[in-house]
Nanobody
């Protein structure tokens, strides 16, 4: 199995920034064989994929709602995926999850492993 640990959420004001981290591990985990994505779920809404990275080549995809404001990146030496979130708006308030899928393209065609959620709250 692959274990994912997300962190970095918090409370910020409109226009502020946060950086989320997702550390992946597993006894047989090979970082570059996986695609990693960030999802979010706002109250009363379905979970949506907002940004994704293919670890093999670093290719990415982002939802229109965050494009130009959020940037996904990786540090292969640390088995870590980051989501830099800038120009945050109240509409970004949600629980954010990282997820992994072996051999998946971006956007994901399926989710294989979920990490725990981290709360992001953006005040007016």
């Amino acid at each position: 199995e692959v274990q994912l640990q997300a962190s970095g959420g918090g409370l910020v004001q409109t226009g502020g920034s946060l950086r989320l981290s997702c550390v992946a591990s597993g006894s047989r985990f090979i970082f570059d064989d996986y695609a990693i994505a960030w999802f979010r779920q706002a109250p009363g809404k379905e979970r949506e994929e907002i940004s994704c990275i293919v670890n093999t080549d670093g290719s990415t995809a982002s939802a229109d709602s965050v494009k130009g404001r959020f940037t996904i990146s990786k540090d292969s030496a640390k088995n870590t995926i980051y989501l830099q979130m800038n120009s945050l708006m109240p509409e970004d308030t949600a629980v954010y999850f990282c997820a992994a899928a072996w051999g998946s393209p971006c956007p994901f065609d399926e989710v294989e492993y979920w990490g725990q959620g981290t709360q992001v709250t953006v005040s007016s």
